[in-house]
């Protein structure tokens, strides 16, 4: 809940709501003879929740990498469309940029912000402190100086302290923000690195399974968290999951991949009714089904011989006395 007006937005995009944000133009990428991506064409608007879903090795994070610039796609474009903000703040003149051939970093500038999948923060920095190394984009003095309390540098980190207490507030991190980031609960270091990435004000946000690993509640949570930064920050994301439930309640679109290709892209009710997306998923289903069984066996067959084993040396004991 929120508990105060925000002064910051959020929002790195001048975009009007409804126009084409970032779009997937055709892409392939290969690793050797691994075909990782296949095609792939797909459009994010302005102001939707986009989801990214598929099973195990579908291509999701490759298409995430090749978004931020990890990767580099072999074929295609993936373009990204920005506004300036006109005198009289509103939207101004529009501008394209081609992704495909940047580095990250250029990209972040960009304002494409992303979180992973295994967590990347600093575990013996505070709270605060990874969120400040947040804002080190729009910072013009080093964060060592700010830390310093350096001069003009002192003056810049207040002014970034605020827009960073906004987000510990959105996210409900008061009560962690002077913890170091490694003695903290799963659930709340996915919650950190959600922050870490609003405090670049992103035009589009990236999010690499921010509930993988977590129970129903805390999946819960982050949904809820994920809808806030939405809601209230305006922030457009796009959400990479493995689980199709946990994204269809909270999603405006949804691309689904299996097998590096494209197989479904639409609304959360039309992609849940698509004869292919229920034939992967089940297809999936069926086959973790098949790998518990096998484990359960071996389990069994590992057990009866540890028995066996005791017994024998149980007799041998006995047999000593
Ligand atoms: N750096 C790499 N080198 C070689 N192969 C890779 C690399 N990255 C991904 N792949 C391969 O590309 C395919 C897609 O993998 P990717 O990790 O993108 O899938 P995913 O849908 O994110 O899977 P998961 O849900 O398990 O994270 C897999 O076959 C994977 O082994």
Request: zero cysteines; hydrophobic letters at 45%.
């Given at each position: 809940m929120l508990t105060r007006a925000y002064q910051h937005s959020l929002r790195g995009s001048h975009l009007p709501?409804?126009?084409?944000?970032?779009e997937v133009d055709a892409i392939s990428l290969r690793f050797g003879g691994v075909k990782a991506l296949r095609d792939i064409s797909f459009t994010v608007t302005e102001g939707h929740i986009h989801a990214v879903i598929g099973p195990n090795g579908a291509g999701k994070s490759s298409l995430l990498n090749c978004i931020s610039g990890l990767y580099h796609p072999q074929e295609g474009q993936i373009r990204l469309h920005s506004a300036a903000l006109g005198a009289d703040g509103t939207p101004g003149e529009t501008r394209t940029h081609t992704l495909t051939s940047l580095p990250p970093y250029k990209i972040a500038r960009l304002g494409v912000a992303r979180s992973f999948q295994n967590i990347e923060l600093f575990h013996g920095l505070t709270v605060l402190e990874n969120l400040m190394l947040g804002r080190h984009i729009h910072m013009k003095h080093s964060v060592l100086k700010s830390m310093l309390w350096l001069g003009p540098a002192r003056r810049q980190e207040i002014a970034h302290r605020h827009l960073v207490e906004e987000v510990i507030d959105l996210l409900q991190l008061q009560a962690f923000r002077g913890k170091p980031v490694g003695s903290l609960a799963y659930g709340i270091q996915k919650r950190v690195e959600l922050g870490r990435a609003l405090c670049l004000q992103p035009a589009l946000l990236l999010l690499d399974?921010?509930?993988?690993?977590?129970?129903a509640e805390e999946k819960e949570d982050m949904a809820r968290y994920i809808l806030d930064v939405h809601e209230l920050a305006s922030v457009s994301v796009v959400l990479i999951e493995h689980d199709m439930n946990v994204v269809m309640d909270i999603s405006d679109r949804v691309s689904v991949l299996d097998f590096g290709a494209l197989i479904a892209d639409g609304t959360p009710d039309e992609v849940k009714a698509d004869p292919g997306v229920i034939e992967a998923y089940l297809g999936a289903e069926e086959e973790d089904a098949e790998v518990r069984e096998a484990v359960v066996k071996m389990e069994d067959q590992i057990e009866e011989e540890h028995a066996a084993d005791r017994a024998a040396a149980e007799g041998t004991e006995g047999g000593n006395g």
């Open positions: 709501a409804g126009q084409p944000l970032l399974e921010p509930m993988a690993g977590m129970n």
